[in-house]
């Protein structure tokens, strides 16, 4: 818990308690941090503010950048768009090996240096001819009032949104933020509760409780990340468990991205996730029923395109973000067999590239 003042605008939240002790407990994700007046939260953005839980961060960001929409990474919607993402500061989980440390570690309100209405976000990706917003860098759970109201505004002005997150959240606000998001990816970054426990400080149940319910309860598209570790969550039988597992419970059309760990934060110590791993993960995904399996952080051309499930043709070619091959139908449907590809498709590819381009949404206010 931290003690560090609170900004001088905060904005009310809903998924809190009062405790027979005085103390507020948030229920927003298992944590269920239990404050006293003026503590903050482990996420450092929801604090106690006049006995009641309060979002510190609304409005506020650290920065807005327009990226391919397969960094996130969504390989199946609406491929080869442009999408602006923008993230806060603070994050519900304590990873040793994040990657984004120097924004969700952040203690520091200077981090967020851009200010936006949600009015503005939606105008501004209009304008820039983004197809969609995400929520990243941090996880938007900890600011999901922010994010609901970016992700309504933008509904309105058709705009999609994008929740990019750990799914570390309980199941009363977990229902009410993802029923305004239109697709995720979510990192599960392992498959045992003492790599959740030791390295993540989480739970993995939780975890997986969201992805049983995007699957079963949502219509969100969404796909799974999973940062390979050497030493940690890269042994055979553990990618096994995790390929099997979502390919039983969730189906094998939901993608699943195994990606490169490199040395940050806390786990400096720990070398690069080797190429050879990553395939050998996304070969254990396919053996395991996965119709989508793919390599990410690394070059990898074959490992990052789309294969057709039924004829085995590449459907999408992927050079790092640019799309190389096209052969599917607006609606996505193999050109060569006809089988329908799982994801969003609407119309012709979009043509953004690798392109990455900072934006100041104070250009975007209206005057």
């Given at each position: 818990?931290?003690?560090a003042p609170l900004a001088a605008h905060t904005h009310p939240t809903t998924y809190w308690r009062r405790l027979p002790d005085g103390r507020i407990q948030c229920d927003v994700c298992p944590r269920g941090c239990r404050l006293r007046e003026e503590q903050r939260g482990v996420c450092f953005v929801r604090a106690c503010s006049g006995g009641e839980i309060v979002l510190t961060t609304y409005g506020r960001s650290s920065g807005y950048c327009v990226d391919p929409i397969e960094k996130k990474p969504l390989n199946h919607f609406l491929p080869?768009?442009?999408?602006l993402s923008f993230g806060t500061a603070g994050c519900n989980l304590t990873c040793k090996f994040c990657q984004n440390w120097d924004i969700s570690k952040s203690r520091q309100m200077d981090t967020l240096a851009d200010r936006a209405a949600p009015e503005t976000?939606?105008?501004?990706?209009?304008?820039l001819g983004c197809r969609s917003v995400a929520f990243t860098y941090n996880d938007p759970i900890i600011f999901m009032e922010?994010?609901?109201d970016v992700a309504q505004a933008c509904r309105e002005a058709d705009v999609k949104t994008v929740a990019v997150t750990a799914g570390y959240i309980c199941a009363a606000p977990r229902e009410e933020f993802f029923r305004h998001m239109d697709a995720a990816n979510v990192d599960l970054k392992a498959f045992t509760?003492?790599?959740y426990h030791k390295i993540a400080g989480g739970e993995l149940q939780a975890v997986l409780d969201t992805l049983l319910y995007l699957k079963h309860e949502t219509e969100v598209w969404f796909e799974i990340t999973n940062l390979v570790i050497p030493g940690e969550n890269d042994s055979d039988g553990e990618l096994r468990a995790l390929s099997e597992w979502v390919v039983e419970q969730l189906g094998p059309q939901v993608p699943l991205h195994f990606s490169a760990f490199h040395p940050d934060w806390k786990m400096r110590d720990t070398a690069r996730t080797p190429r050879a791993t990553l395939t050998r993960a996304r070969e254990i995904a396919i053996e395991s029923g996965a119709r989508y399996a793919y390599t990410g952080n690394v070059h990898d051309e074959s490992g990052d395109s789309t294969l057709c499930h039924k004829c085995g043709q590449r459907v999408i070619g992927r050079d790092w973000y640019v799309l190389t091959?096209?052969?599917?139908d607006d609606a996505g449907s193999c050109a060569h067999c006809g089988a329908q590809c799982?994801?969003?498709f609407a119309g012709p590819p979009g043509d953004w590239g690798a392109q990455r381009l900072p934006v100041r949404l104070a250009d975007f206010h209206p005057t």
């Open positions: 818990m931290s003690s080869g768009t442009p999408v976000i939606a105008r501004a990706a209009r304008e922010y994010a609901i509760q003492q790599f091959d096209w052969n599917i799982a994801g969003v």
